[in-house]
């Protein structure tokens, strides 16, 4: 079977269908996940943002076959967590180089992934930081790349759907990056999102303009060109913006 790990729309795959990700927190880790973590990945600086390193892997669909051999079960998510992407690459760098928008506040990353935006976010001066993310692979790897930048002990990290949560609810701010991929995840986190705006609350969400962005809601407040996995992206570089609301 020919899997690619691209975010393009579920409908554009090649032979390939996205498991729901709904619920893949739950899955159980059969061995040592971190173990597992470290012997598929290196320590690497995040191109965009190089005062942050990541356990990162050089291809995804070995690792993904890899991931499902390690579990012994078919149909999981693919290994996010295991890359910088674009959108968080630009959200982190907004973070680095404009702390006063995190410092001394209550910040979500929603969607962490590898916990690069939440690790930015610790880095900016945030008071507490909130990571989420519903794989369970990407809860242990955000606990390992906050570990390795020293800022483990104010990363908490959930596995927990925050998407009209009270928990989201009582944050300053959500900060969301490449989460708009597709359609229902995208029509979902667009109008939590929007709500919580709405309500007062700071929202930064970074995205090269994937497929489901709102952009009709948003604004550009920063546009950088991003170095990507060529593996991932079909490119070098991608154009990458932070956007809030209107
Ligand atoms: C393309 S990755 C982006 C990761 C990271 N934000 C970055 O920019 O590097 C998308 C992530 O969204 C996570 N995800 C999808 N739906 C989610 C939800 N409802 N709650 C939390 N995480 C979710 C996936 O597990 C995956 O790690």
Redesign the pocket.
Known sequence: MIRTLA?CPISARANHTLPN??G?GTMSLARDPLAFIRAHTRLRPVPHAPEIVLHVADEATDLWQKTEDELQAIGL?PP??A???????A?ARYLLDHPETVAGRTVI??????G??AIAAARAGAARVLA????AF?LHAIALNAAANGVADRIAITGE???GSATARDADGVL????F?ERD?GQ??GDWLAGLHAAGRTIFI?DPGRAYLPKDRLVPRATYQVPVTRDLEDAEIKTSCVWTFR
């Open positions: 975010l990700l709904d893949a998510p996010f967590w890359f910088a992407w674009a959108g968080g690459q959200l990353d929603f969607a962490s992934g590898s690069l935006v989420s993310d519903l794989d990407a759907n925050l998407i969301a990056a490449d989460v991929y995840l979902a986190v970074g």
